[in-house]
């Protein structure tokens, strides 16, 4: 986290923030809170991206139900952080 508050101080650019979600690892609304929190004292200075995982033969993870995606991201902006869902391209 300090390399990119140096990154903005130095450049003054938007630092985003990719957040990959994988159902029933990090995909909760407790942990959007926890990460609205990491990220509060960033100001707006941020952006977050959500991915939620695609899965791929032989991995253990799997990907989020849209609607537990969808409380992620809501929780995040009720906690006024900037977020985006990103779409699937995976088939």
């Known amino acids: 986290m300090k390399d990119c508050r140096d990154y903005f101080q130095e450049t003054n650019r938007r630092v985003s923030f990719e957040y990959a979600l994988l159902a029933g690892v990090n995909d909760k609304v407790e942990h959007a809170v926890e990460l609205a929190e990491l990220l509060r004292e960033w100001g707006k200075t941020y952006h977050v991206n959500l991915i939620p995982y695609n899965p791929i033969e032989g991995s253990e993870y799997k990907r989020p139900y849209k ?10 902006e009720s906690r006024k952080i900037t977020a985006s ?4 391209r995976g088939y």
């Not at 609607?67 to 995040?76: C, E, G, P, Q």
């Open 67 to 76: 609607k537990a995606v969808l409380a992620f991201a809501a929780a995040l």
């Open 85 to 88: 869902v990103r779409q699937t």
